[in-house]
């Protein structure tokens, strides 16, 4: 199964949020989108987002100068 | 007072007011802070809101009207997208349902062609739940109008195999349970030939080759004499 890419670079949040909503009906049971962002904020509102609507935060990287990539299973 | 003393006192009142724009820049820093968080947690709700709107539209347009968004949240615009979106949902439900009971309708039109007598014309293919269907249909309408002689007509069936065959004559028990006469009429060459090939049969059920022959049969039965005009000129 290919793993979806989401570049939200450059904006603040909730923007990277709305950004992964926004790919929800793309996003079948099972598949993984995986985000790159630079919000400082990103890993802990994409945790709240990802408890709230039940979809499974797999794993988190710091890359570095603020930049945070990580995976999400719909 | 000398000027030692004077400059002495203007050192004072200035690292006064240092200290008055201290606390009041803090005090500004931490309503800024406060202010920020108020943000920050209102764009999050708005965001994980529109999220689960999303989810919610999503199943809608799956088909799965039996979803619900949330209506009684703090967020007075997510509230009121919560009304709209489940408004929408009520009148697609509503209207399926409507369209389900029209093609039902329309699968079994049971036709009160002389008094006593119904004729229930099949078109398209027959399944078991439209046997179902047509079978409650038929026995309703017979109860209901008092009918005496009931003629299945299956021209318009392309494909009858040993299921559809026992759905009919089940059908045609149960006509005869209410108090009715059951006929068959319309068997298709084709058709009849597939139910010998397969060795179906359809036991204790009057048949008729088209749907004329059996209104025939069915006004010789009642005493009913049809009388065709002469034509102008005949």
Known sequence: MAVKQLDALGIKCPQPVLKIAAMLPDMKAGEILEVVADCPTFEKDVRNWCQRLKKTPLWFRDEGGGKVRCQIQF | ?234
């Open chain 2, 1 to 234: 007072m000398s000027d030692k003393t004077n400059e002495k006192n203007k050192l004072e009142t200035l690292e006064k007011r240092v200290q008055e724009l201290e606390k009041e820049n803090a005090g500004l820093k931490a309503t800024l802070e406060q202010e920020a968080q108020e943000h920050e947690k209102v764009s999050m709700d708005l965001a994980i809101g529109l999220s689960e709107a999303f989810v919610v539209l999503q199943k809608i347009s799956q088909g799965d009207f039996s979803v619900r968004a949330s209506e009684d949240v703090e967020n007075e615009l997510l509230a009121r997208l919560g009304v709209v979106i489940n408004r929408t949902n009520d009148a697609l439900s509503a209207a399926k349902a409507q369209t389900q009971n029209m093609i039902k309708e329309l699968a079994t039109p049971v036709i009160r062609v002389w008094d006593e007598v119904l004729v229930l014309p099949l078109i398209g293919t027959l399944d078991s739940q439209r046997a179902q269907h047509v079978m409650e249909t038929l026995l309703e309408r017979i109860t209901k109008d008092g009918a005496r002689i009931v003629i299945l007509d299956i021209t318009g069936v392309p494909y009858v195999d040993s299921l559809v065959a026992a759905n009919i004559a089940q059908t045609m028990e149960a006509v005869k349970l209410v108090g009715a006469e059951g006929m068959l009429t319309g068997i298709r060459a084709q058709v009849a030939q597939t139910l010998v090939k397969m060795g179906v049969k359809i036991t204790g059920v009057e048949t008729k080759s088209n749907l004329a022959e059996g209104l025939k049969e069915a006004f010789r039965r009642l005493g009913v004499k049809a009388i065709q005009e002469k034509q102008p000129g005949d």
